[in-house]
Every structure is written in C-alpha cells, then in structure tokens.
C-alpha cells in the first residue's frame, strides 16, 4: 500500500515521503494501524498490522477523488454493522445496526431479514443507526447497491461475526437488548449478560439460581439463550466456573468515564448520548481502585480533530470539551471499548430533528396534530378517511429539497409532476381529488400513497367504550414515541385480525386501523396493545356470530 494517513498531520502521506515512526500511521480506508516498510532493496510501502489488508485498501489513491483525509477519524466514528440481541418478555432474536453513514444515496441489501428480504435506504437510516431484526445465522453479509462509495462500501460489506455454534456468545445486556461481545472479551463484575448457544452444548452444568441469578429464554430454533447476573463483587465460586465453562475472566472496569453536565437528551440506538444545542460538555473519570497508575484518554472527532491525554494521580477528574463540536465524538481510554463515551450533539433539539423525507401533517380530532412520512403509506391512507368524513384536516405537506414526484390517476399514463415549490398547490389538488377518484401520489425513493376513494358507509361493529378509549391511548403515544423495535406482526392473535377494520363504523374503523397498520412499536406499549387485539378479537367474533345467526 503506497499511500497512509499521518496521525500527527491528519494528511495523506506517500510511503516514500514518510519516516519510520512506531504507531504513527492508519490506512486511510478502513483505518486499521500501519507500519511502513522499507530497506535498501525493499521499495517502501505500508502494511497493515494484521497482515491482512482488503483490496479497496491496496488501490487506495488520493486522487481518485473517493478517499479524504478525515477517513481515520470516519473509520472510527462510522465503522462496520454490528450484532445484538433483542429480548422481549421470554422471546429473543437477534438484530444488526446499520450506522446513519453520511451519504446522500445508496442502499443496503439484508437478505436474512426476520421477515424475508430486506432494503434499507441509507439516507433514511436515523441519527444513531437502525438495527433491523434477522434470522439466526453463524456469519452475516450485507450488500450495497452501486452507488455506495468507498470506504463506506468496504465498512457495510465487511462480514459480521454471528452465532457461534461451538462456543457461548455473550451480549451485553442493556435494557432488554446489548451488542455481541467479541472474542475473549472479559466480562464485568456487576453487569448483566445475555448468553446465546446452540442446543448441541447441551443445558448442563449452569450453577443454581441462588448463587448465579439466571432467567432462561424461550428456544429460537436450535439456540438456547440465558440472561445471568454477574454479582458485583469478585466471587471466586463464579470466577472460577466462568473460567471452566467459557474459558473467560471477569475483572472490575479499572476506569469509569460518564457525562457530568448538562443531562444527555437521550440515548441513540448505537449507544450514543444525544445532546443538543450545548457549548460545552463536562465529563467525570474516576476508578473504583486506589490505585494512581496513568492512562490515556484519546478524543476524535468526525472534524478531523484528536488528541491523547494521559491521565494521572487522584481521580475522580472533571474534564471539558469546549467548544463541543457538532456531531459525533468520541472518548475512549486505553483503548478500552468498555472504558468509552460516544456523543452526538445537533444544534437544536433531538424532537425537532428530523431526517429530511416527505410528510403530511394532520391535524385529527382523536390524536391531535400528527405528522405522518410517506414512508408509512397505510397510516397515511386512514388519515385521508378520516378526512372524508371531517374527522381530521391536512394541514401541511413538507417536500425537502430534492423530494419531486408525481399525483395522477390510478391508470393514467400522463403524471402531472410536483416539486418543492408546489407543497401548497399539491395539498390543494390532493384535497380536490379525495372523494372523486382513485389516486396515487408518487415520491419514487421518498414513498407512494395510493388512495382508492370507496366511501365507506355508517354501519358496522361499534367498538366498547372501554376499547376505544384504550386504542386512542395508545394511539395518542403512538404520536409522541414514534416507532419502536418491536414488530407488531409478532403480537398474538393479530394474523387472525387483518382487514378486521372494515367490520366496524368509520371512527373505530380508523382507530384500529391506524394502530394496526404499524410495521414496528415501542416494547412499552406492546402488554396495552395485546390486551386490545384480545378486546377486538372477542368482540368481533361474538359480533359477527349474532350477525351471522
């Protein structure tokens, strides 16, 4: 490889500009550590630590007008998908997050998705990353279309260690999910771990319950899963049978590092603290020993920035950075990913941030003002009913920049074509068609809505009191907490109930229908939402049985 980028520089060097320095350089595609070779016959070159380096690696050239000189601190911020888990009640699967890479198209190909075949559009992916729920596999590959460019492409398509079938795979556990931990990884004392393993190890030799907290998950076809509790002082019993069973050592963290000030919005999906609008960010380090070796805190920045900060005598410390430069940075110490803080600051608040797509804005007499992506065509349709019968209005369509499309009537050939300066007169001619005729608006990568204009008539299923006022709950929560993780197609007796919408009068119609059409919901709401698929399914089959009769 003739070319690297310079740690202390942050540019591109030629391997023959360059001197031979101990940990001085990474390679500008993957960021992987490099050394640079050379003698009196050897021509220099650099070569990655590893002794493996991809091929994207090899013909990396500076002026082929992909590569920049920030790839170092990219490949750190932006590296390649991960595996979790995901636990919900006593059932688990596992998940892959695909990072928000900054590209302005492509998209990425998951042919082991738990529902089939999946396609992601990296544009949409949102801040913090998306994890998408997958089938049980030993190894996972992601593919991209054409259009990915360098080092992205190499960073998404780069394998992703799965299930181990001749070994225990350890996740870390952070409410109800965690990310795989790696090989040999030693264990905290005091955390909480998923262990996922295939029936072929077998169920023996676990310690009881009283000595181990332990909780077993249902079988995920041929693997087992455990959640254990590590106790959080050393408790040799446990030590050594961790030792005999996974061949692991459990050790304290010997450092801590935590956000002081101000409070983090919240945490995003990679685990990330999300602040907003802030200068500045104070953080402690302190460690739980009375020990006063040193260590190295290392900050980079998606701008380029880094720098290395020994650490030394008492702790705690209370540390700045200021100013807090937009974006991600992160902090680790002695290049530790247990020891790590990951940060992500916006200039205004994480509510009103959104990823720029195409939505409608609804004002419904149920919910309140709602903001739909076109993304979600079904919710989309059932507002437009609630229209018909004035039950909503459509306050607002927002097209961002780039967001051109086509209205036209379902079967014609000639699409009149709208774009960003046309919000209003779109609105206005959505408006003029509802009730009419059939229609579709069409977005191309943004979404399509396709809205069939069958009136539907007073008569039907009147949902109980009780249930309705339990579905516009959830709903109305459904506004403020977005989508969540957890596939409703998972819920109990849902399957039995599709299409069950058309059975009742048009309010209840459009409250179950705005609920069910959901792809994904929040973990938090599933016991309220499988309560009222029982309410509905009761009430539906007792209905129909009096109609029938």
Known sequence: MDWAIDKISQQTIHANSAIRVANRYVCPVCGADCTLRKGRVVKPYFAHNSGIAPEACENYHPGNGIYSSNHYSRSAIYPIPKLYIHAVGSEWFPEILVYDYPLETGEIYIPFGMNGYMKVFIPRIK????????????????????DVIEPF???????????????YNFFNCTDDRGIKLHTGQQLIWGNTYYVVW??????????????????QLKVNYQWF?????????????VQEWIFNKFKLQVRHTPIKIKPVFPIPDQELGDGSYLFSNTKLLFFSIDRDT???????????????????????????????????????THLIVDEDSDVSLKIYHTEKPFNTYRIPGVEFIFNDKTIGTTSLSALFSPLIVSQFNKVLHNDSSLEKILLPKGANGSIYSIGEEDHQKVSQVDAETLKQQVLSLLGKEDF???????????????????????LKDSTRNKLKWIN???????????????????????????????????????????????????PYIKQVVEDIASQDTNQTKE???
């Open 440 to 462: 579709v608006i069409d977005f191309g990568n943004y979404g399509k809505i396709e809205i069939r204009n069958n009136s539907k008539p007073e008569c039907g299923i009147v």
């Open 547 to 549: 109609m029938g009769k």
């Open 225 to 237: 899963c455990k959640k254990i509790s590590l106790p959080k002082y050393d408790n040799q019993e």
């Open 127 to 146: 801040v913090g990353g998306e994890r998408i729920a997958v089938k049980t596999r030993e190894q996972y590959f992601l593919q991209t279309s054409d």
């Open 153 to 167: 492409k190499h960073m998404i398509c780069s394998p992703i260690d799965g299930l181990n079938k001749s070994n």
């Open 476 to 526: 109305k929560q459904l506004v403020y907490l977005g989508n969540g993780l957890y596939p409703m197609r998972n819920i109990k007796g849902l399957s039995r109930l599709k299409g069950v919408e058309k059975n009742y009068v048009q309010n209840d119609g459009s409250l179950i229908e705005f609920l069910f059409q959901r792809p994904l919901v929040p973990t938090l709401l599933i």
């Open 198 to 215: 295939h029936l072929d190890l077998g169920m023996a030799g676990w310690l009881p319950n009283d000595i181990l907290p332990q909780e």
């Open 290 to 328: 009375g020990s006063e070796e040193s260590h190295q805190l290392e900050i980079f920045t998606e701008t380029l920035y880094s720098k290395k900060v020994t650490l030394s005598g008492e702790m705690p410390i209370i540390l700045a950075l200021n100013p807090l430069p937009l974006g991600r």
